[in-house]
């Protein structure tokens, strides 16, 4: 069986955790949004694909959802000391290792997904780790300033950490996107898969960046496997991140619906064939198998009922495994 996975954040690496334990044995290809990949201080910082790293591997902060578990801030309080710009954004010292060390192999040549790949042989994650692509990927949000009534684009970073998402988006533009190519292992990762899962991460920075890649689209719908979506809106809201500031710069209702609506039917030229919403959210996405399924990731039990839940709406049992 193998199986792939679009993921982004806490949400796209906690279902990736519930997929490995709902198929023991499966090849599992995690294709990562890198859109949010930002410079600071020098580093290449790669959230996504350190959060979907540090969960698989055992190394995550479980409270904070990001992050290394048992951190320390030295660094972070001896830049504030300096007075070294940004000072929104925060490296912890177990962390730094890890942006060291990437941005040392970055700098020899070594592409992203092969510096992906070395990483992860430390961290041992039990899926195939793959960035969406080895170019430089990053989204931009272009909001209201405060201060003079213009419009201006920020990185995403500073737009959700700095900011806490509080200015309106207009736009999210991801900035390097048309020159981008999948990563060695996309395209084949789709054409060889028994399902395709889309995390319930959000649909339009992370899924929808991934997607914006040339040829990743339209390789997923190539694929001869069903493709199955998991709604990350529930009671018409969202349990993490910021999908819900997201969703109406694009005209799309904070809802299962909505979102199921977005992504449309792949006999239409969307993408789902399934698409899992919270029991209680109604959802009429026109062509798609919508199905209730408990979605809070509560508990390991949860997670992997709900990635078997995906799985099943994806034919798993049917493939014999």
């Excluded at 090849?27 to 540090?54: F, K, Q, S, W």
């Excluded at 177990?94 to 430390?122: C, E, K, N, Y």
């Amino acid at each position: 069986m193998q199986i792939v996975v679009l993921a982004g954040g806490t949400g796209g690496a906690r279902f990736l955790r519930g997929v490995r334990s709902a198929a023991p044995g499966a090849e599992i290809t995690a294709v990562v949004n890198t859109g949010d990949d930002v410079t600071l201080h020098g580093l290449r910082i790669c959230p996504d694909l350190d959060t979907v790293m540090y969960t698989l591997g055992g190394g995550i902060d479980e409270e904070r959802g990001w992050g290394r578990a048992g951190e320390s801030w030295t660094v972070k309080e001896e830049l504030a000391a300096y007075g070294a710009d940004p000072d929104w954004f925060g490296l912890g010292d177990r962390d730094l290792a890890t942006h060291l060390i990437r941005t040392r192999m970055l700098d020899a040549g070594f592409p992203l997904s092969q510096v992906t790949a070395a990483l992860a042989d430390r961290w041992q994650p039990g899926v195939t780790l793959l960035p969406m692509s080895d170019q430089r990927v990053e989204t931009h949000v272009v909001v209201t300033d405060p201060g003079t009534g213009r419009q201006r684009a920020i990185h995403f970073q500073e737009w959700w950490v700095r900011h806490r998402a509080a200015l309106d988006p207009a736009a999210f533009v991801q900035i390097g996107v048309e020159a981008a190519r999948p990563a060695p292992g996309v395209l084949e990762a789709f054409a060889a898969a028994d399902a395709v899962l889309l995390a319930p991460s959000n649909p339009v920075v992370s899924i929808g960046t991934v997607l914006g890649v040339p040829g990743l689209r339209e390789a997923l719908l190539s694929s001869p496997a069903r493709v199955v979506g998991v709604s990350p809106v529930v009671g018409g809201g969202v349990l993490r991140g910021m999908a819900d500031r997201c969703l109406p710069a694009l005209g799309v209702e904070v809802s299962a619906e909505g979102v199921g609506r977005h992504y449309g039917s792949r006999t239409d030229g969307g993408l789902l064939d399934a698409w899992l919403v919270a029991p209680g959210d109604a959802a009429d996405v026109p062509g798609v198998d919508v199905r209730q399924v408990p979605l809070l990731m509560s508990s390991a039990e949860a997670t992997t009922a709900l990635a078997q839940a995906a799985l099943d709406a994806a034919g798993f049992r049917a493939a014999g495994v």
